[in-house]
């Protein structure tokens, strides 16, 4: 494999993409995003791509006029993703979009029997069925990018599917670790913005302070690995050190343990099965020191009670729960809604759209579903 393309290369995982591709010698045949062009004309003098798939049309516009006397096919509007997932010439796309807008993408790259290189849990979340018996059908192989997804894909590699008892989903706790609900209440999007160990987009460093990353991160992991939920847990590892673990029936335990640094993730993803010296620094564990576990308080923090609730309402549901998180962290970030509405508005948006539980949604369905529940979240506020 020596071609890829990267779906959200202006992103913080799309970025740290191209320093791996440069990193590891690869030809980067194709860049997407939705409306950075400053980026994408700065990325396009440092990897050469033939392709630049633009979703907002003024950017590509801009986009256009920058390079017009370069080599290079720009394409814009809203299918511009799901068009460059489907280009002949690359081997692997990597999906670093941020939200349910990579769905579509994956898909078309799965139709097209490319390796998928997957950031983007929206996808897996809001159609992990589909999209795992799409991939099933065409051969297709799915390497996952979350470092949690990658530390179990990296633990199971040497046991059997039986022989596994539980996966151990590792959480840093986020910035308001053992915060008290009445605390939470005045939390500002500026403390939420930082997080204490890695430094992400701003959607997903949202997400992971409220501790929802972990919720989609278990039902990623029940797709991704075949696992039912009652076998998915979650644990704090302060030190995002350990970045996930996989318990055996023998009760032996596996964990993949590196520094907190994506690239390690990405390379991963971008190697397998073989592996290669990485750009990451080596971990030191003397300089670490120790390692301190903890659980989660759920009291505080009702995501991970939600995820499993909007699992017993089947794949409509976790699409709801992915939507309604979209949204709220949309209307957090506009300063529309308190951080505690988040938690509130997920609740009555999961309850609401239980009842338009289909057991094998389709795509349009789905589509539908992440509409309405985003729709239902912003009237939630009126
Ligand atoms: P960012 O917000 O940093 O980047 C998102 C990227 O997606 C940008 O390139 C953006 O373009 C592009 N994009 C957004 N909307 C669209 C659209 N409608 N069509 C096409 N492109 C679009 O996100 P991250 O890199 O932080 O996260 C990407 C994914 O990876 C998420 O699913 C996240 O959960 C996952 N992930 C991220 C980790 C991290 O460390 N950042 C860790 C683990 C998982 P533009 O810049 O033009 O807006
Ligand atoms: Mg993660």
């Known amino acids: 494999m020596n071609k890829i393309s990267i779906l959200g290369s202006t992103g913080s995982i799309g970025t740290q993409t191209i320093d791996v591709?440069?990193?590891?010698?690869?030809?980067?045949?194709?860049?997407?995003?939705?409306?950075?062009?400053?980026?994408?004309?700065?990325?396009?003098?440092?990897?050469?791509?033939?392709?630049?798939?633009?979703?907002?049309?003024?950017?590509?516009?801009?986009?256009?006029?920058?390079?017009?006397?370069?080599?290079?096919?720009?394409?814009?509007?809203?299918?511009?993703?799901?068009?460059?997932?489907?280009?002949?010439?690359?081997?692997?796309?990597?999906?670093?979009?941020?939200?349910?807008?990579?769905?579509?993408?994956?898909?078309?790259a799965i139709d097209c029997g490319k390796k998928i290189a997957l950031a983007n849990k929206e996808t897996l979340v809001s159609a992990g069925r589909l999209v795992m018996q799409?991939?099933?059908?065409?051969?297709?192989?799915?390497?996952?990018?979350?470092?949690?997804?990658?530390?179990?894909?990296?633990?199971?590699?040497?046991?059997?599917?039986?022989?596994?008892?539980?996966?151990?989903?590792?959480?840093?706790?986020?910035?308001?670790?053992?915060?008290?609900?009445?605390?939470?209440?005045?939390?500002?999007k500026e403390q939420a913005l930082k997080h204490p160990n890695w430094s992400m987009g701003k959607g997903i460093t949202i997400y992971s302070s409220t501790l929802v990353n972990k919720g989609l991160e278990m039902i990623e992991a029940m797709h991704h690995?075949?696992?039912?939920?009652?076998?998915?847990?979650?644990?704090?590892?302060?030190?995002?050190?350990?970045?996930?673990?996989?318990?055996?029936?023998?009760?032996?335990?596996?964990?993949?343990?590196?520094?907190?640094?994506?690239?390690?993730?990405?390379?991963?993803?971008?190697?397998?099965?073989?592996r290669v010296p990485g750009v990451s620094k080596k971990l030191d564990l003397t300089q670490v020191g120790k390692l301190t576990f903890f659980d989660v308080d759920h009291e505080t923090f009702p995501s991970i009670k939600l995820a499993k609730r909007a699992v017993k309402y089947g794949d409509i549901?976790?699409?709801?729960?992915?939507?309604?998180?979209?949204?709220?962290?949309?209307?957090?970030?506009?300063?529309k809604i308190k951080y505690t509405d988040i938690f509130e508005i997920m609740e009555k948006c999961t309850e609401h759209f239980k009842a338009g539980n289909t057991d094998s949604p389709c795509i349009d369905d789905i589509i539908a579903a992440d509409k309405e529940a985003k729709k239902y979240c912003r009237e939630c506020i009126n």
């Not at 950075?36 to 050469?48: G, H, P, R, S, T």
């Not at 017009?68 to 796309?93: N, R, Y």
């Not at 644990?235 to 009760?251: A, C, K, L, Q, Y």
């Open 134 to 188: 799409k991939a099933r059908e065409k051969g297709v192989e799915i390497i996952p990018i979350d470092s949690e997804h990658c530390a179990l894909h990296q633990c199971l590699r040497s046991c059997k599917h039986d022989e596994v008892e539980r996966l151990i989903i590792t959480a840093s706790g986020g910035p308001f670790f053992q915060y008290s609900k009445e605390q939470l209440k005045n939390v500002t």
């Open 21 to 108: 591709a440069k990193h590891l010698g690869l030809e980067v045949v194709a860049l997407s995003a939705n409306s950075n062009a400053e980026l994408l004309i700065k990325q396009y003098y440092d990897v050469k791509p033939k392709y630049i798939g633009v979703t907002d049309k003024s950017a590509a516009q801009q986009v256009k006029s920058a390079l017009s006397g370069e080599k290079v096919t720009i394409i814009d509007g809203e299918d511009s993703a799901k068009t460059i997932a489907s280009l002949e010439e690359p081997d692997t796309v990597v999906n670093a979009i941020i939200g349910f807008a990579g769905l579509v993408p994956t898909l078309s």
């Open 317 to 335: 549901g976790t699409c709801v729960y992915n939507a309604s998180n979209e949204e709220c962290v949309n209307l957090f970030l506009q300063d």
């Open 225 to 274: 690995f075949e696992f039912p939920m009652e076998k998915i847990d979650v644990i704090i590892n302060r030190e995002s050190i350990i970045h996930s673990m996989v318990e055996m029936v023998d009760s032996s335990v596996m964990a993949q343990l590196g520094a907190s640094d994506m690239r390690l993730c990405i390379q991963y993803a971008l190697t397998y099965p073989e």
